[in-house]
């Protein structure tokens, strides 16, 4: 992730992420996501150095007692070339 997105992706500033994470951290929780998809949108402007794409994946929770229930999650993200040609992800894509 380049740096402008780390420093989103930190819920510490985020009231509602922060009490998020320490109810599941309390409760033992663990998460893995599976089946990610990651899709260039087509309809969105792009350069060689530039695209956006639509990434959906399960998050598989487990809770302290075994039991696992799954959320479908989504994001609509900038990805950015790096000089030495490797892709990271940037910040959200806001369309319209």
Do not use: K
């Amino acid at each position: 992730m380049t740096d402008a997105a780390w420093s989103l992706f930190d819920p510490t500033g985020d009231e509602r992420a922060a009490r998020s994470w320490e109810q599941a951290s309390a409760a033992g929780e663990t998460g893995r996501c599976s089946a990610a998809i990651a899709q260039v949108v087509p309809s969105a402007p792009r350069t060689p150095e530039r695209v956006v794409v639509r990434v959906t994946a399960d998050r598989v929770v487990t809770t302290a007692a075994g039991t696992r229930y799954v959320e479908s999650v989504f994001s609509t993200r900038v990805m950015l070339r790096q000089t030495d040609g490797t892709w990271r992800v940037d910040l959200a894509a806001v369309g319209g």
